[in-house]
């Protein structure tokens, strides 16, 4: 079903034709990052639309003008830029990215999945139930610090617990330079405390498992209930899903918000710098090491051991940056080796192709 975007959208984007072109794109996050890309003669031949919706049979765009379905593009995900090509719908081009979130796809198939682009913040959303896991929310940083993208931790249901201040306390020692709000989503807490990041062209995107209140959140910004909210089952804190597809929503005057499905698996891969700069303090405890590959396990001379036996590290930490570290780059290899399979397949089938047009 393609929805209504038009509520969302300031009154001179309505009826197609706007009263600033720049305005335009302006609201829909164009920044200068996508306009030194292009000339002007691909400005006119190929007016830039953003993807505002996935579908599995075409990509939902929006530009100065444009509101329609395109046919799929392998290459691109939500939150894209792209050069609209009349001509060849199927080859419109990408502009480079601001920001890219990917994984690892579920199952065995060893296949990058894109999450989302051109994200300026993510509000990594947990709450103060059963839901708030240090080791996710770990992960969902060290997915932000590799994709350059400010990540704010926000932690929900404030309302219904007796006491903020532990939930507070365990996610300000993940990292010392990552934001922590505490609200609750409903009301006008979102709009306040969220504002500093909501500002007019920039792009947010709320991430975490179902049930921690994304899609209220997104309501509460949009000052709607055009999305469909539930609660959580009582017996375990957890969520059903609500929102179905990543899309982006406009905020009337403000940001362009981007509502996620809860992901079950969060599977890191090329995040190899995102780790470090979640876990700075053991990085750094790692070049001092005596040994440049130092497994931090038994080693003689190792700094980040000796760090544990003072106490000045938790060794549980340590644990999650060991499955981290070990994780990533297993997804990394794995990948790295599925894309040299796949490329030398692919000159296989071009040499066989040549090899039958010459007998013919």
């Known amino acids: 079903m393609t929805r209504d975007y038009s509520i969302f959208l300031p009154p ?10 720049s305005s335009t794109l302006e609201t829909l996050g164009w920044q200068p990052f996508f306009a030194q890309q292009i000339s002007v003669d691909e400005l006119t031949e190929t007016p830039p639309v953003r993807v505002v919706e996935v579908h599995r049979n075409g990509l939902h765009i929006i530009g100065d003008g444009i509101d329609e379905t395109i046919p799929p593009q392998q290459d691109a995900t939500v ?34 999945q894109l999450i989302a682009a051109n994200i300026d913040t993510a509000f990594i959303v947990t709450s103060c139930n059963q839901d708030f896991k240090i080791a996710r929310l770990e992960r969902y940083i060290a997915l932000a610090f590799e994709a350059e993208i400010t990540p704010v931790i926000v932690i929900t249901k404030s309302d219904l617990a007796s006491d ?17 709000v505490t ?27 179902s049930g921690v209140g994304k899609s209220t959140l997104v309501n509460a910004l949009s000052g709607t209930q055009r999305i469909e909210t539930q609660a959580i089952r009582e017996d375990d804190a957890k969520g059903r899903h609500t929102t179905t597809s990543r899309q982006l929503h406009f905020v009337p005057g403000g940001c362009i918000v ?68 070990a994780e990533e780059a297993f997804n990394s290899s794995s990948l790295a080796e599925r894309r040299s399979k796949d490329k030398a397949f692919g000159k296989m089938v071009r040499r066989v192709t040549k090899q039958k047009a010459k007998r013919g």
């Not at 001179?12 to 072109?21: E, F, H, L, S, V």
């Not at 903020?164 to 922590?180: C, F, G, L, R, W």
């Open 12 to 21: 001179n984007m309505k009826g197609g034709t706007p009263t600033r072109q």
């Open 79 to 112: 939150g894209d830029w792209l050069l609209l090509d009349r001509n060849h719908p199927k080859s419109n081009r990408v502009l480079d990215r601001k920001s890219l979130v990917k994984r690892r796809a579920p199952g065995t198939d060893r296949q990058v």
């Open 164 to 180: 903020t201040n532990s939930y507070v306390d365990k996610a300000q020692a993940i990292s010392e330079i990552v934001p922590i």
């Open 183 to 209: 609200l609750d989503a409903r009301g006008d807490e979102p709009k306040m405390k969220l504002a500093d990041w909501c500002k007019p062209g920039k792009t947010v995107a709320f991430l975490g498992s």
């Open 258 to 325: 981007l509502d996620t499905p809860g992901m079950r698996e969060l599977q890191l891969t090329d995040a190899a710098s995102g780790i470090d700069d979640v876990f700075a303090d053991l990085h750094s405890l790692s070049t001092r090491c005596r040994f440049s590959d130092c497994q931090h396990m038994t080693e003689p001379g190792c700094a980040v051991l000796k760090a544990i036996e003072n106490g000045e590290i938790d060794e549980a930490r340590l644990g999650r940056w060991r499955k981290l570290m």
